[in-house]
């Protein structure tokens, strides 16, 4: 990779909203400013890094356990790609603090390539967002977010995990920060070979092995009272054999480094403030058709971004939010009749913010994309909440959000088509919220209207081509329910959803493939003294994988179970057993490719 591309700042401007004294400010440095903002109109869905130690396998299966997210995956470790809201892989966007890595190749996120370990936080917003966070999120966006500390000294822990399938998972994380200075470091190595059997489909994972490593490195440094020069950065190197059904199958695999690294100057100021980034991401792929042979095909892209987020209030009521961002987007693939290539994007946002009363809050926001070569709309959004008695409050939005066709959209030769025009959605999402006590109930109604939908379609000349083809009407009812108790020793806390999704092309009426009407996920944590328990459960209905709704061809529904145990002893030192699928259910998610049946792991940690 081509790490040597420096990282220049071209112009300023930063957002933060400020609801808090300064000096918790100054306390913690977040690198996706417009977080805090979102989660103001929105619901937001976090998952901690104790979370995170659940499900470690990758990410993959802690979005699918603890999240309304439903993920396609081709065997344990393999291709995997999100479903939201009952929209497409391409309507989901991937950020990272801050900044949309969405592959440019393929316009969505390789769920199995991008790491899973080194974050504070990752958090999941249902409904639209391109406004803030640009294209793709017209589902959902998934936010990848770290944080720097400071006045903390030093910190260090370990995770080790040893799991069936020959599977070893170790990850590092140290920590130093004073009055001024704060940095992070963390790296993971991950193996596994995968071999797992289900002999009920007559199934052997073959050739499924997978192996990653990714290293975050993070530093910020206070050079004045108000102001902060931070960086962040993130190296992922990864690669993935992929099953085959007989033993002397050919066996093939698919290799990914990523390059993500990310410089802000911030500003911060009692009624003003001001964010500067710039920003390089490198996405690099190689496909080996046999995997003792050169590589048959792959790709490398390329990506410049400085953004600029200002934020003022102009009284303590009202606040005005602008934002400006430039792309340079480069590519070039091997084999795959893209050449050289690139697109410049640029984009100017506008949110306005009106506090009305303590209980009562709108906002209301518009943005325009300028893609080269291509003709984008004008984007808006406008939100409100109330909270409208102490045990109740509402929330609604409403938003046209966008997809600008990926580079093998565009230009894979042969099928290609440069004249396709971005994806367009409508979004109408309202957020119930009535708390009781330790209880939280929330009711999410959702609405989409997606048009000029990118569908890959065979041509009478024996290739596939990408075309605008039909319109999706989308709708459903996300529902999540939070319990948390402590008394004396004892902590107890539930976190449930479920999820209705009618997604139909409007052409036919049918039901999208690989979207499941039906989700729930559940999370039980018992703790006492120095002890925890947990047991999550995941049900998936029906799945429909052809678009006329076969019976036969289509996914059962599931319910997988899952435990594990955990033990602290002194503060700093933990082990842990975890068992997953107890009832050794058989599934999938994509045809033909089974889930592992029941499998253990045990994993110890230490703080120092």
């Given at each position: ?12 401007s930063y ?37 995170i ?8 299966e ?5 999240s ?34 969405n592959?440019?190749?393929?316009g ?6 991008i ?7 990752l ?23 770290n ?8 910190g260090a822990?370990?995770?080790s ?59 910020s ?52 403030s001001?964010?500067l ?26 990506n410049y ?7 003022y ?77 102490k ?31 971005p ?9 119930h ?12 109604p ?7 939908y990118?569908?890959?379609?065979p ?19 996300e529902?999540?329910?939070?319990f948390?108790?402590n ?10 959803g ?100 029941r ?6 940690t230490?703080?120092?």
């Amino acid at each position: 990779m081509d790490i040597k591309r420096s990282l220049v700042l071209l112009f300023s401007s930063y957002g933060c909203f400020l609801l808090a004294q300064e000096k918790t400010i100054d306390t913690v440095y977040i690198f996706d400013n417009q977080m805090n903002k979102v989660k103001l109109f929105h619901k937001v869905n976090t998952i901690t890094p104790k979370d995170i130690e659940k499900n470690t396998t990758n990410l993959s299966e802690l979005l699918r356990f603890q999240s309304q997210v439903y993920i396609k995956e081709n065997g344990r470790g393999a291709v995997s790609s999100p479903s939201f809201r009952g929209t497409s892989a391409g309507h989901t966007a991937f950020v990272w603090n801050g900044i949309n890595i969405n592959s440019n190749f393929l316009g969505q996120g390789d769920v199995n390539n991008i790491p899973l370990f080194g974050y504070d936080q990752l958090e999941v917003k249902a409904g639209g967002g391109s406004v803030q966070y640009g294209s793709s999120a017209i589902g959902g966006s998934i936010h990848l977010n770290n944080n720097l500390d400071f006045n903390k000294g030093f910190g260090a822990s370990l995770y080790s995990e040893i799991a069936s399938f020959d599977t070893y998972n170790n990850f590092v994380k140290a920590s130093f920060s004073n009055d001024k200075f704060s940095f992070k470091v963390s790296g993971n190595y991950f193996i596994g070979q995968n071999d797992y059997e289900v002999p009920e489909k007559e199934y052997i994972n073959r050739n499924g092995k997978y192996y990653n490593t990714s290293i975050n490195l993070g530093t910020s440094y206070k050079i004045a009272p108000h102001q902060t020069i931070s960086w962040q950065n993130q190296i992922f190197d990864g690669s993935q054999y992929y099953p085959i059904f007989v033993e002397n199958g050919n066996k093939t695999k698919y290799k990914a480094q990523t390059l993500r690294s990310l410089l802000a100057w911030d500003i911060n100021k009692t009624n003003l403030s001001n964010s500067l980034k710039a920003a390089y991401t490198e996405d690099n792929f190689q496909y080996f058709g046999d995997i003792d042979k050169p590589k048959e095909s792959g790709a490398e892209g390329k990506n410049y971004i400085f953004k600029n987020d200002f934020n003022y209030f102009i009284t303590s009521k009202i606040n005005i939010n602008v934002i400006g961002e430039f792309q340079m987007n480069k590519g070039e693939g091997y084999q795959s009749g893209i050449g050289d290539i690139s697109r410049n994007m640029g984009s100017a946002a506008g949110l306005a913010r009106y506090f009305a009363t303590p209980d009562l809050r709108f906002e209301a926001g518009i943005k325009k994309d300028f893609v080269e070569d291509i003709t984008s709309p004008l984007l808006y959004s406008f939100s409100g909440k109330w909270n409208a008695v102490k045990w109740y409050n509402v929330g609604l939005s409403v938003s046209r959000n966008l997809r600008i066709p990926s580079f093998n959209d565009l230009y894979w030769e042969k099928g290609g088509n440069p004249d396709l025009l971005p994806e367009t959605s409508t979004n109408l999402d309202m957020d119930h919220e009535f708390s009781f006590g330790d209880f939280k109930i929330t009711l999410s109604p959702y609405y989409m209207d997606v048009k000029n939908y990118i569908n890959w379609l065979p041509t009478p000349y024996g290739y596939w081509a990408a075309f605008n083809t039909y319109k999706a009407e989308i709708y459903g009812l996300e529902s999540q329910v939070t319990f948390n108790k402590n008394f004396g020793k004892h902590g107890f806390r539930l976190n449930a959803g479920y999820t209705y999704s009618k997604s139909t092309n409007k052409e036919t009426g049918m039901q999208m493939v690989y979207v499941p009407i039906h989700k729930a996920f559940g999370n039980i944590d018992y703790q006492y003294n120095f002890l925890r328990v947990y047991v999550q459960g995941l049900f998936n209905g029906l799945t429909y994988t052809t678009t006329d709704e076969k019976r036969a061809d289509a996914i059962d529904p599931y319910f997988v179970l899952n435990t594990g145990v955990s033990a602290t002893l002194l503060k700093k030192y933990t082990l842990g057993f975890k068992v997953n699928n107890i009832t050794n259910t058989i599934y999938q998610t994509v045809s033909y490719y089974p889930m592992p049946k029941r499998n253990y792991s045990v994993y110890a940690t230490i703080n120092f």
